[in-house]
């Protein structure tokens, strides 16, 4: 980053950042320490000394250094960046300055996170994703706080402390972590149909992101905009990654899960420190407020999307994350989003499920981070001006001056003043009704949804979300509670049901609960997102002594030019030797990696580095195991052993590139076009072990 890339909030965090380099170490009160590895005692061998200070105050602090977690989402990673409008289109809807003022970038902080697991769990559980954004705009703070799905597991907030409950460990032994996969969670579900439709997502891949940088966001709710005339605009939210959709295989997350618990953290960060600056399109679909009806669902029902094909997503800016942290927790952990933290020109709805998140948000913050002077925090200050009567609380940072802390004053020459121009209005809404606790029929209908999303799927899709069915129904303990779920599903499509039931041993229904209505909503397919490039994807090249160094190099550069990071895996680190005795590097041992760590794998030429990766079993499992899990594998030369070895045949496979003549330019062009198809579903992969 440049000088000039520096927004208004970088340079706020300034003041509060400190830099350690040249220094010495003092208490807390300034005081230089002259040893920090020994107390003070009465003799060599005594008892230590209550008078030591630096000692108390150490231990002090040491023991007080834990917050609570996120009581959901406690597991996170976060980064700095910029939003930009592309044009002022939207001006005609909102006053929102940053959606409307080309060029000018608004600092942001990007939090995505995981739902169910602590803040130790493990990055790639099957789990929904937080998306979670704040926009430091000259009119105040703006916090988006979505996720990668849609829609919602419940319609109302006062449901969410018994879902969360019930997906969250359960009580009595604390099992599992950071899995859906067990009792009591089916069990709210079984029993609560508006579940459905989230469930299937919750299903599907979109569930098991390769990356944060390739998962798409979605606001959920029905927002408001609103003209400088106080007319509204329903909007729903939307950002797109630039990378495209992609998503892990299930068997490949339960692994990482134990070989590289911080998958996503950890690639959020290294695609940053690299410069690969990760982005997203913000898009959003308007509905003029006099068509609230014109849908067979509620807008205000958040277990509901409006399908694109019927109102289109319109592009208006982008999110572009280019800076990572200086410190996790006082930035990422401190970090405290809140729904209700909106600018002048967006409002919300009436969705009940908006309304309690109104509520909840600044409640939890005032019990994780100690108090109410949380947004003076400097992740959470705002850039523009903090003027107002709130005084005192645990934690003051600032030093409010004057005798007037109450409006109206005259002894403060009445200010901070109240002023309507530029100030937040709420939008003007006619509500009348009986105060009641009753939902409305509009929000009834749980299953048309869930089928679209079924419908949606390509045939590929289908058998994940099956085979997700059955591995998480098939972790349950009550036959009742795989009973119920199945009946659930009978209501979304028949074939569904019977795969499920069939699956987990429980009877299959006799027949469709109600006929499936054949519509489908192609957006929603993973298979309609392409966008194909190898860029920032980890290749491995496999090579022992004697590899054909001028392969390695050739597609090493060849990739890396199309912005692929490869990375070249051999038994030791260091180097290996190439067929003409030149020194080829390393760049890690294999038995600190995994195929699951990669995108795609190359096996170059070199008959004596062939046959040795062909006599390491964890060579061939690597390639057995990318071959399994539907990547790019590719091999040049005498390569093609390896493959055979590894079970994965000469055969002309999906996503299999095999160059026999070793020509650099032909294989180089077929395999980045391999792995940049992500993954190759299609292959045969039964027989395979791994
Ligand atoms: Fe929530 C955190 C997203 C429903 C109550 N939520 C939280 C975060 C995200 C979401 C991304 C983490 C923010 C961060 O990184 O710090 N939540 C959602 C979405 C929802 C949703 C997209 C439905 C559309 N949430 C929801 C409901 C309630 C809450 C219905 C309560 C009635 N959510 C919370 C919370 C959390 C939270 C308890 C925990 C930590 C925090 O707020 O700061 O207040």
Not at 182 to 203: A, C, G, K, S, Y
Not at 342 to 370: C, E, H, K, M, W
Not at 529 to 552: F, M, N, W, Y
């Amino acid at each position: 980053m440049t000088a000039d890339d520096r927004t208004d909030k970088d340079r706020q965090l300034d003041e509060a950042r400190v830099d350690f380099h040249g220094t010495n170490l003092t208490t807390d009160q300034g005081i230089r320490v002259d040893d920090t590895d020994n107390s003070l005692r009465a003799g060599e061998r005594g008892p230590t000394l209550m008078e030591d200070f630096h000692f108390r105050e150490k231990i002090t602090h040491f023991d007080h250094e834990r917050i609570p977690e996120r009581v959901v989402h406690a597991r996170g990673a976060g980064a700095y960046g910029y939003f930009e409008p592309y044009d002022d289109s939207l001006a005609a809807f909102t006053t929102a300055r940053f959606l409307t003022t080309p060029g000018v970038r608004t600092p942001v902080f990007t939090r995505f996170s995981t739902v169910a697991g602590s803040r130790g769990s493990a990055d790639t559980v099957r789990d929904v994703r937080g998306f979670a954004t704040k926009f430091y705009t000259p009119q105040g703070n703006f916090d988006l706080v979505g996720n990668n799905m849609p829609v919602f597991f419940i319609q109302d907030g006062v449901k969410f402390p018994d879902f969360v409950h019930a997906v969250k460990p359960e009580p009595h032994n604390e099992i599992p972590q950071a899995s859906s996969a067990h009792d009591t969670l089916w069990d709210f579900v079984q029993l609560q149909p508006e579940t459905t439709h989230m469930m299937m997502w919750l299903m599907s891949d979109r569930a098991l992101p390769r990356s944060y940088r390739m998962m798409q966001g979605f606001g959920v709710h029905t927002f408001r905009l609103v003209d400088a005339e106080g007319r509204g605009t329903f909007v729903k939210f939307h950002w797109r990654p630039k990378l495209g959709i992609h998503s892990l295989v299930w068997d490949e997350t339960q692994k990482i899960a134990g070989k590289d618990p911080d998958f996503n953290r950890r690639d959020l960060w290294e695609a940053i420190e690299s410069g690969n600056f990760p982005e997203w399109e913000l898009g959003v679909q308007l509905v003029p407020e006099e068509d609230e009806h014109a849908f067979d669902f509620d807008l205000l029902d958040a277990t509901k999307i409006i399908p694109e094909e019927q109102v289109p997503v319109r592009p208006v800016g982008r999110l572009v994350l280019d800076r990572n942290p200086d410190n996790f927790f006082a930035e990422t952990e401190q970090v405290a989003f809140h729904l209700g933290n909106v600018v002048p020109g967006i409002d919300f709805t009436n969705d009940p499920l908006l309304q309690a998140r109104l509520f909840s948000y600044l409640d939890t913050q005032l019990i994780r981070l100690g108090g109410p002077n949380f947004p003076q925090i400097p992740v959470n200050r705002p850039v523009a001006e903090v003027r107002n009567h709130h005084r005192d609380g645990y934690h003051q940072m600032t030093i409010p001056r004057g005798q007037a802390s109450y409006h109206p004053n005259s002894l403060g020459a009445g200010c901070p003043a109240v002023d309507g121009a530029g100030a937040y209005t709420h939008y003007q809404e006619r509500v009348d009704g009986d105060k009641i606790r009753k939902r409305s029929a509009s929000f009834a209908d749980h299953y048309s949804q869930a089928t679209l999303f079924w419908n949606s799927m390509a045939g590929w899709e289908k058998a994940h979300i099956v085979a997700a069915f059955r591995f998480e129904l098939g972790k349950v303990d009550h036959t009742h509670v795989r009973e119920g779920v199945v009946r659930n599903l009978n209501h979304v499509d028949h074939d569904l049901a019977v795969l499920v039931a069939e699956g987990v041993g429980v009877e299959p229904p006799a027949g469709p609960a109600v006929p499936n209505h054949g519509h489908a909503s192609p957006a929603l397919s993973q298979d309609h997102a392409p966008v194909e490039s190898v860029a920032t994807r980890k290749i491995a090249i496999l090579a022992a002594d004697g590899v054909d160094a001028a392969q390695v190099e050739g597609v090493q550069a060849a990739l890396t030019v199309m912005g692929a990071i490869c990375e070249v895996l051999a038994a030791r680190d260091g180097a290996v030797r190439g067929e003409d005795g030149e020194q080829v590097p390393v760049t890690r041992a294999m038995s600190t990696v995994a195929s699951v760590l990669y995108d795609a794998v190359v096996v170059p030429g070199g008959k004596a580095s062939v046959q040795a990766l062909c006599e390491d079993g964890d060579a061939v499992h690597f390639v057995s195991e990318a071959f399994k899990h539907g990547k790019a594998v590719g091999a040049m030369g005498a390569g093609v052993e390896l493959l055979e070895d590894a079970r994965v045949g000469s055969s002309a496979q999906p996503g299999v590139v095999i160059d026999a003549e070793g020509n650099l330019e032909d294989f180089t062009s077929a395999f980045a076009a391999a792995a940049a198809a992500h993954r190759h579903p299609a292959r045969d992969t039964q027989r395979m072990p791994a």
